[in-house]
């Protein structure tokens, strides 16, 4: 439930009961965006840590927002409809543009702001928001699931230089130490650069970033973390398809793939929603011809019918943990 995820900053969450009864799926997501805890601690002395709320207030205000939203969320639905999103970071790019440009708290001043010289772009600023204390920040958004790869340790090349290295992306195209890297050292310095100034937007700009997502454990053993990650993060497991018999049993009697879209809020659905499921064995059927990482969500019923997120993870292919290792032991200049 959307209580696993916990609160942002030092305030304290809507209840679990308020999040989940919350029915819209979008609305669901913004919700998630706004209190669930980040992926990383504050790193000093750049990488400070975005807050959506400057009190508990806003924070409260921005939960009866939630509320309203849910009532009636045909405009937010026609204003995701018109982004064309189609990936996971644009998604929650859409929904926190909208929460900026209605909600009740910091206001939107611009979206994906490029700087350029010299007609080569250097970057694009995320968001450029005004709190209502008059404080201008600029927000770095990132939504990312990793899995953690092992221990990083290999007999040949010893322990890894950075333990953030061992937290890789299903589809070994992206890798957290990186990933942190290039949020220090050029992402949250962007606004700071002589070329920003030029662009018209008065400062100066309070450079945070606003890091969300989920870390998966092998059959959701867990991990001990590095230092850098918040140990309130939002966890799910992984495991791999010769595995998966044994993990899933006595797991859950539902389950179902999860599109990509469906990355972020755990899911909640309504009895109309049930012949959706299907149970471990045939998901395993299903995924025979799969030829790289699917994340896949179980389910339990609950109350009034609603279905409601167990948990989550990735099925792998049998080669994926080898192939992770070594990706995880790669040099960053690869």
């Not at 304290?12 to 919350?22: H, N, T, V």
């Not at 970071?89 to 702001?113: D, M, Q, S, T």
């Not at 059959?219 to 990650?229: F, H, K, T």
Request: aromatic share 10%; hydrophobic share 45%; proline share 7%.
């Amino acid at each position: 439930m959307m209580d696993a995820a916990g609160p942002t900053a030092s305030f304290e969450a809507p209840s679990a009961a308020r999040l989940d009864a919350l029915s819209d799926a979008a609305v669901r997501d913004i919700g998630w965006l706004l209190f669930s805890p980040d992926l990383l601690r504050a790193q000093p002395p750049g990488g400070v840590l975005a807050a959506p709320f400057e009190s508990p207030e806003q924070a409260a205000a921005t939960m009866d927002w939630l509320e309203a939203q849910d009532a009636d969320p045909a405009p937010l639905h026609r204003h995701i409809a018109a982004a064309r999103v189609t990936r996971l970071g644009r998604y929650a790019e859409c929904l926190l543009a909208w929460f900026l440009k209605h909600g009740p708290a910091a206001r939107l001043i611009a979206a994906n702001v490029p700087l350029r010289r010299a007609g080569v772009t250097l970057g694009e600023c995320d968001f450029l928001v005004e709190t209502q204390t008059g404080r201008r920040l600029h927000w770095e958004l990132a939504v990312k699931c990793y899995l953690h790869a092992g221990d990083g340790l290999d007999a040949s090349s010893g322990a890894l230089a950075n333990a953030l290295a061992s937290y890789v992306g299903p589809n070994l195209q992206d890798r957290f130490d990186l990933k942190l890297a290039h949020l220090l050292d050029h992402q949250l310095r962007l606004s700071a650069r002589e070329e920003f100034a030029s662009l018209g937007h008065r400062g100066p700009w309070d450079a945070q970033m606003f890091v969300k997502g989920w870390l998966f454990y092998r059959n959701g053993s867990g991990a001990r973390d590095p230092v850098e990650i918040d140990p309130a993060h939002a966890r799910g497991w992984w495991s791999t398809r010769a595995e998966w018999p044994s993990f899933s049993a006595d797991h859950a009697d539902a389950w179902i793939l999860l599109p990509r879209l469906e990355w972020l809020a755990p899911r909640v659905h309504d009895a109309g929603h049930a012949s959706s499921f299907v149970s471990a064995a045939t998901l395993e059927q299903q995924l025979a011809h799969q030829t790289g990482p699917t994340m896949v969500a179980a389910f339990v019923g609950h109350a009034e019918g609603k279905w409601i997120e167990r948990s989550r993870g990735f099925i792998v292919p049998d080669d994926w943990p080898e192939r992770a290792q070594a990706f995880a032991r790669r040099p960053a200049r690869d």
